[in-house]
């Protein structure tokens, strides 16, 4: 088989899982999204301020994927919520596959948010759905304003944009107003948050996105039968 052919196999397979995982998480409520950036754009960071900043109540499990080594999950398990790292061994993205798997062992009716953190990588995570309500992309101020339109794939499927080290701002030829431009050439509806997680701002902004787009998510639930 050529490798066009066996590419769409994969992605096909890939995208059944998926559906299935998806069907999963509506069925017990858990909100999940999927956070896709470069390495190093502060994914982690990210969640570590995330996971300080929930109230206690929310019953919050992460999973966080790279190529080699459980430093990002060794990072997350400090907040004392549930969190396992998905090591791919080369692969340059994570997989539904992946997911379900690593969910084996979870029950996800004790769950009400997941997040996915994806391998560093703009391109690959762009063609993998995960069974997650929204993709979220994260871009720091280092990395140039012009990566909206350089990777647009990943911009066009994310319903958010995560503008993060807004700290580095002075110290780096870095135009906000371009890169929100950039990506609402590709996606006109982005939504934008900014954030500089090492201070912690920016983060009633996100927490807010989260909670907010976790509600229309329950909204847009099929209703069970007998409740209308
Ligand atoms: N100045 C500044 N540095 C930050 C900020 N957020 C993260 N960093 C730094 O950026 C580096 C990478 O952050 P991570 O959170 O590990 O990035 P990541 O996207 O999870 O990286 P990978 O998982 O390897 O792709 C670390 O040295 C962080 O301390 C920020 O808001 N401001
Ligand atoms: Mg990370």
């Given at each position: ?155 066009f499927k994310s319903e958010l944009m995560v503008l993060t080290k807004t700290d580095l701002l002075p110290y ?18 982005m939504e934008v948050v900014k954030v500089a997680c090492l201070a912690g701002d920016g983060m009633r902004e ?23």
């Amino acid at each position: 088989m050529n490798r066009v052919p066996l590419e769409r196999k994969v992605l096909s397979e890939n995208e059944r899982i998926a559906a299935e995982l998806q069907a999963r998480f509506e069925q017990h409520e858990v909100f999940c999204v999927n956070l896709i950036s470069s390495p190093g754009s502060g994914k982690t960071s990210l969640l570590e301020r995330t996971l300080q900043s929930f109230p206690r109540g929310p019953r919050v499990a992460v999973l966080t994927g790279d190529i080699q080594t459980e430093n990002d999950a060794a990072r997350l398990k400090r907040f004392g919520f549930p969190v396992k790292q998905i090591t791919t061994g080369g692969t340059c993205h994570l997989d539904a596959r992946m997911i379900e798997r690593h969910l084996e062992d979870w029950n996800l009716a004790n769950l009400d948010y997941l997040f996915i953190e994806n391998v560093g990588n703009l391109v690959c995570p762009a063609s993998y759905d995960l069974g997650e309500a929204a993709k979220i992309v994260v871009l720091s101020v280092t990395e140039g304003e012009d990566k909206p339109l350089k990777y647009p794939s990943i911009f066009f499927k994310s319903e958010l944009m995560v503008l993060t080290k807004t700290d580095l701002l002075p110290y780096v030829p870095f135009n906000v107003d371009e890169a929100v431009a950039n990506a609402r050439r590709v996606h006109p509806e982005m939504e934008v948050v900014k954030v500089a997680c090492l201070a912690g701002d920016g983060m009633r902004e996100w927490m807010t996105w989260i909670e907010q787009r976790k509600q229309a998510f329950l909204a847009e639930l099929p209703q069970p039968a007998g409740s209308r």
